[in-house]
């Protein structure tokens, strides 16, 4: 029996979370996530998903502020295992489990090491991605490859949605790694030297859209922001957001300069035609600031009340 203690906080680790539980040869012997959190509205601490899990499945569960070794004496496990825990590790940490510690990482390794590499994969244009299985060194996931597990991103992939590929790609590649591990023991080889990318922290003003980009950059831009924190872009103080948008078909040349980008040209059925610095594109999903505020999609969009998004007012 191989017995784990689990680290993570997101719906994402939940899925690898309860793989672990299921697993018959797999005993998860506590779970550690982050303190409960003040919701996006009002002051109500909202627990994780992971916590919520645990509860469920009657877990010990621990919460502390910064995890230190001193809050894991009396525990015996095999396998410290991380998956978007939210915190960087410190090495007296790392060296309690009894075989190695490892962490599951949303990336093909070492292409977007750190904080946010599946909406920078998709903002990148990237066609492939993954999930590598590392045993945790010092660095930023910097460590060896235990397994790694390949998957496309579609053309309409959105974070969303590739999270939840992601997860499920992980919660397999993890229990086939830890399977290994009590088999044969653990191997890791080191990272390639070459291909090394940053993943940063996703910050809300990166979402903002910049219309002199390409109409195919600002799709992939609004895709890798659902489902948070959304793409906007503004006409004064007016704030749009914008979830989902499409290549508008390329129009025959004229002599004519094209329109400024974040130009509006068009609001039909098919959306809000907007020119962008190379292309135009048609906004499919806006949030409209006017009325409730509500998710307009269709042809609902060609019907706003509001002369904001008439043909000749301009984005910024």
């Known amino acids: 029996m191989m017995r784990v203690l689990f680290a993570g906080t997101p719906a994402f680790a939940v899925e690898h979370l309860q793989g672990l539980i299921a697993h018959p040869d797999i005993d998860v012997v506590a779970v550690v996530t982050q303190p409960d959190r003040p919701g996006k509205r009002g002051k109500t601490l909202i627990a994780s998903p992971v916590k919520r899990c645990a509860l469920q499945e009657n877990l010990t569960l621990l919460q502390p502020k910064r995890l ?20 960087i590790l410190k090495p007296d940490v ?18 977007w090491r750190g904080a946010a590499p599946v909406q920078r994969a998709i903002l990148a244009g990237d066609q492939t991605t993954g999930v590598t299985i590392m045993k945790m060194a010092e660095g930023l996931d910097t460590g060896p490859i235990i397994r790694v597990q390949s998957c496309a991103i579609d053309a309409s992939e959105t974070s969303d949605t590739l999270f939840t590929k992601l997860a499920c790609l992980g919660r397999e590649t993890l229990l086939q790694a830890v399977e290994t591990i009590a088999e044969t023991g653990l191997v890791a080889e080191p ?15 990166d979402a903002k859209i910049d219309w002199s ?44 300069p094209p329109p400024a980008p974040g130009t509006i040209l068009e609001r039909s059925k098919a959306g809000i035609r907007v020119q962008c610095g190379e292309g135009q594109l048609y906004i499919t999903q806006l949030q409209s600031p006017t009325g409730k505020g509500s998710i307009v999609q269709g042809s609902n969009l060609k019907n706003l009340q509001t002369t904001l998004l008439d043909p000749g007012e301009r984005f910024e």
């Open 213 to 256: 980009m390409s109409s195919a950059h600002i799709c992939q831009h609004i895709r890798a922001f659902v489902p948070d924190p959304i793409a906007f872009t503004m006409q004064g103080e007016t704030r749009f957001r914008c979830y989902d948008a499409v290549v508008a078909p390329q129009q025959l040349n004229n002599a004519a």
């Open 191 to 205: 990272q390639p030297e070459t291909g090394v990318t940053y993943a940063h922290k996703i910050l809300k003003a």
């Open 68 to 87: 230190q070794a001193k809050h894991l004496v009396g525990f015996s496990f095999d396998l410290l295992i991380v998956v978007a825990y939210g915190q």
């Open 94 to 111: 790392l060296a309690l489990p009894r075989i190695a510690p490892i962490n599951v990482h949303a990336s093909l390794l070492p292409r």
